[in-house]
């Protein structure tokens, strides 16, 4: 009988702890990317939005791309392992032009080491491919605004 108890309370510390890890990657992540400029002069500028979403479903992330010749719109599905989180393409939103992904793709990952937030590239990388190298600091969690 009290190894049915400790079992059930172990099981209930890993699975709240799973939640944990989840629920912190939960917000707002942005990078904006500064290609410099064209040969006309224009700025070559392309903000990245991901927002992750805890849902019934796990989480899910809402990723878009927007700025210089640039308009991406997608879903991912976001799997957790341990410090890192992995985006897998699920789905193109309406304001979506020119990218091409299938299904179950790695998109890309983010790390969580030593209180920085890394990049790795999958099949989603930067528009002008200045930024391109895996393990940087590419994204940043907004901070939440209190109403």
């Known amino acids: 009988m ?18 944990f890890a989840q629920e912190r990657w939960v917000g707002h992540y942005t990078f904006e990317e500064n290609g410099g400029k064209t040969a006309g002069g224009s700025a070559i500028i392309v903000s990245h939005d991901v927002e992750i979403i805890d ?13 210089f010749q640039t308009s991406r719109d997608l879903t991912a ?12 393409f699920e789905s193109y939103g ?28 999958g099949a989603y990388t930067d528009v002008t ?10 994204f940043e969690k907004l ?3 209190e109403e």
Do not use: C, H, M
Not at 4 to 12: E, G, P, Q, T
Not at 55 to 63: F, K, M, R, S
């Open 77 to 88: 599905k976001v799997k957790i392992e341990g410090q890192k989180a992995l985006f897998y």
């Open 55 to 67: 849902t019934d479903d796990g989480l899910i992330a809402e990723i878009k791309a927007n700025g």
């Open 143 to 145: 901070k939440k605004v």
């Open 94 to 121: 309406e304001d979506n032009i020119l990218s091409t992904f299938k299904e179950g793709e790695l998109l890309f990952t983010l790390e969580r080491k030593n209180n920085q937030l890394l990049t790795t590239w």
């Open 2 to 19: 009290r190894f049915k108890s400790f079992a059930v309370i172990i099981f209930a510390i890993l699975l709240s702890g799973s939640a």
């Open 129 to 138: 491919g200045k930024f391109a190298k895996p393990g940087k600091v590419y």
